[in-house]
């Protein structure tokens, strides 16, 4: 019985979420689809598993599903045909192909059915059914694997970096600049000589044997004693996560602690096995009570050491502002924020200066905060695709950040109008990461017979042959490539392009990309004009700041010539003026 009732609440989220996607879908271009279609043939699929459990308006529900990725599909064959002068129609491709098509997608079908024989040898030659055998160097090692498996809050990190310090070589792989940063100057601190490796800056410390990094920034051709891989549980990001996997299947290292949530141990344990590694898992839990308040929360019940989540960056300074004309002030912590600012914020709250925070939900990673209650002023979010309810993992990651023994030994959550969904989701068990997220390597450049985009448009609907590993969302990728393609560069140029780390959704930047290619591809100059900054509101520095990490990335991944001094002096001029701003409001 149970388990017909979760069946018809799958369909009921299924059938609620159509409306929402069909207008997400009609609202997107063609070029930017991919992911849209790989999730509605995913819906397609859970519906099929739940086809026969005599489910009311379950036929009209799959119709309008399966017309809609119909509808997709024609719109990106379209595209398809437009860009490469091709006039393939949508029936005769799947003619025969029902099932490949809903498996694999429209462009996987056309290219395994179209395209010469060689090019699909050379993908299987290149691109191994299991992930793991694209990092040979690693399959030569007997690893041993340390699982530091728990709630948020712990102390697991702690202890990794523990062994990692005893080590002579090591590497520790943050999700965040910030927390690289942390660990950085900890490390340094204490006498253990250790370089800062980041999409944004390079501080190599001399005769240093350690290195803290961003997940991304792995060097897989450095051997090390003890490495420590941080957050692991976004090894199933759909964007991010095959950072996490190259690393944990890729490293070249004889120890490894590996620190996040408890639900993605049954993952990693198929992966580790699978590997040939040995292991170990210790499991963490909290010292500090957590506590779920009795009542729903109102503003003006607001106390200090409070954190306001909420999950929108108007919504933050919005409150900040309410809370400001109060008289309390209040830090701020949201997504697009420097880690700079957030430092001085977070600070600002530490020694009391400020005596509330309010953060989205990018509290959920980083630093220990003196936070006495969690807050959720919203149990829903838009993660991209849809607006949906916080998953259980994602509110044990906030709510975990109250309370901090010495100072509040016992921690509280609560939300303004839903604490037994709190109370619910702190005490039902995580949902499972079933899936590891891979992305394509550099060996899309050896397949010659067609253009990048269209490799890698192929790679990314091509059915993994383990069912425990899924392919990144390379919407970001297809759109860059789709903007630079008009400048005819070599494969290689684009891909790194293609993989520089800045937000492809911010038109501004996107734009900014375009002029540094133009520049110094076009124009053949050895060094780029530096940004300029116009105006000095809010949102104008966040960009301008971007703009000059992308300015640094750029030329850093070219080996240009630039002024590294003038990035990091004004790096820090507007992250002073931007927290200038946040406390004036």
Known sequence: ?????????????????????????????AANLWSHEAALRKKIKSLMQIKDKHLKDFHEVYTAYKELLDDVSLRLLEDYNERNETNYTFEDIIKGQEAHYLNSGIIAVLMTSHIPALVADEFRRYFPQNPKDEYQAARTLKRKIYLHLGE????????????????????????????ALEIFERLNKQGIKCSLRTGEEEVLIEDACHVSSTVEKLNLNEDYDVAVIDEIQMIGDAQRGAA???????????????????????????????????????????????????????????????????????????????????????????????????????????????????ATDAIGMGVNLPIRRILFMNIKKFDGDEVRFLTSQEV???????????????????????????????????????????????????????????????????????????????????????????????????????????????????????????????????????????????????????????????????????DEQWVYESRSKISEKINTLLIKL
């Not at 990692?164 to 910030?178: D, F, M, N, Q, T």
């Not at 929108?312 to 008289?327: C, F």
């Open 396 to 562: 044990k990651q906030i709510a975990g950040r109250a309370g901090r023994k010495g100072i509040y030994d016992t921690g509280y959550a609560g939300s303004i109008g839903n604490n037994r969904f709190i109370k619910e989701n702190l005490e039902i068990p995580d949902d499972w990461i079933y899936e590891a997220v891979v992305g394509p390597s550099e060996a899309l450049l050896k397949i010659t017979q067609l253009p990048l985009r269209e490799k890698l448009a192929l790679w990314s609907t091509r059915e993994e042959s383990l069912n425990y590993f899924r392919k990144m969302d390379v919407r970001d990728y297809l759109l860059i490539l789709d903007h630079i393609k008009k400048y005819k560069l070599k494969e290689s140029d684009q891909w790194k392009l293609m993989k520089l780390p800045f937000d492809v959704e911010q038109e501004e930047l996107l734009q900014c990309l375009l002029h540094y290619t133009k520049e110094y591809f076009i124009k053949r100059k050895d060094v780029l004009c530096k940004p300029h900054l116009i105006e000095e509101h809010l949102e104008a520095l966040e960009v301008y700041y971007q703009k000059i990490n992308l300015y640094y990335s750029f030329s850093k991944n070219f080996g240009l010539d630039f």
């Open 244 to 358: 996490w996997t190259r690393a944990v299947l890729g490293l070249r290292c004889k120890e490894i602690h590996i620190c996040g949530a408890f639900n993605a141990k049954a993952l990693l344990l198929k992966i580790i096995k699978d590997c040939d590694d040995d292991y170990e898992i210790k499991e963490y839990v909290r010292n500090t009570p957590l506590v779920v308040m009795d009542k729903s929360f109102h503003l003006k019940a607001i106390e200090k050491g409070d954190a306001l989540v909420v999950f929108s960056k108007k919504r933050v300074l919005e409150l900040a502002k309410y809370y400001l004309e109060q008289g309390i002030k209040a830090s701020i912590i949201y997504g697009d924020l420097p880690p700079e600012v957030r430092r001085m914020q977070y600070q600002a709250f530490i020694n009391g200066e400020n005596s509330i925070l309010i």
């Open 1 to 29: 019985m149970k388990k017909n009732h979760k069946q018809q609440r799958e369909f009921k989220v299924l059938s609620d979420q159509l409306v929402q996607i069909k207008e997400i879908v009609n609202n997107t271009k």
């Open 152 to 179: 948020t809050n712990t102390g697991k990190t702690y202890n990794a970096i523990c062994r990692l310090k005893e080590s002579k070589k090591g590497v520790y792989l943050a999700p965040l600049r910030i927390l």
